[in-house]
């Protein structure tokens, strides 16, 4: 998989799903980032792009280099927006040769809040989201109790945190792969996670999930 094009067919999938949005749409708030409507988090993904190109990205991706994004674009059109990300689009496909596709993180885990936003589901059985469900199961693993393993099984895919037999680990969790893509992202409540046990006491292991923030509280969907 060629993950740099991965990265220019979501942020196409994004621009079309921003241009079709209604200005209701657009100032909804986003569940997976309260702080932020659509407008805002779109405004974050592109400034995004920006900085990486011009050399201004924290290790930490911290909360004051993302809301300067959205600050600085609080006066821009959505048109305005698109224009400024298809522009930068080139230089940071040329950023990802050399340095890695980090950012494909971003615009997918971001693809799938907005979609969560407006109501429009879609992207959910791609490439890049299967690289960011895989980037994301070490992870959850690293961060599990010691001595226990977790065993996750999907449609199609399926891990465990030991390299084992997923179905054999300690706890057993089953639901649909888009589900547990979301999940690895910290996308979906304790309350959810814990209606797809196959096996096991997952009370223990739900901290790991906690990958990109505490687990929500209320039920999402994309």
Do not use: Y
């Not at 409540?189 to 990958?211: C, E, K, N, Q």
Request: aromatic share 6%; net charge negative.
């Amino acid at each position: 998989m060629d993950e740099i094009e991965e990265w220019s067919r979501a942020q196409a999938r994004v621009i079309a799903l921003m241009a079709g949005a209604t200005a209701e749409q657009v100032s909804t708030t986003v569940p997976a980032c309260p702080d932020w409507t659509a407008r805002d988090l779109f405004s974050h993904m592109v400034g995004l792009g920006s900085d990486v190109v011009a050399g201004d990205e924290p290790d930490d991706h911290n909360a004051d280099w993302t809301a300067k994004q959205v600050r600085e674009r609080a006066d821009r059109s959505v048109d305005d927006l698109i224009t400024e990300w298809q522009r930068t689009a080139e230089p940071l496909r040329a950023w990802m040769a050399e340095h890695g596709s980090r950012p494909l993180g971003d615009v997918i885990i971001h693809e799938q809040d907005l979609r969560g936003a407006l109501g429009v589901p879609g992207g959910q059985d791609t490439d890049g989201l299967a690289a960011i469900r895989d980037r994301f199961a070490p992870r959850v693993g690293g961060r599990l109790p010691a001595g226990t393993t977790l065993g996750l099984v999907g449609d199609s895919w399926s891990w465990a945190s030991d390299g084992g037999d997923p179905a054999s680990a300690d706890v057993v969790i089953a639901a649909p792969d888009f589900e547990l893509a979301r999940a690895l992202l910290a996308r979906r409540s304790a309350g959810r996670i814990r209606s797809w046990v196959r096996s096991g006491d997952v009370g223990p292991v739900l901290d790991a999930f906690a990958t990109l923030g505490p687990l929500p509280t209320e039920e999402r969907h994309e």
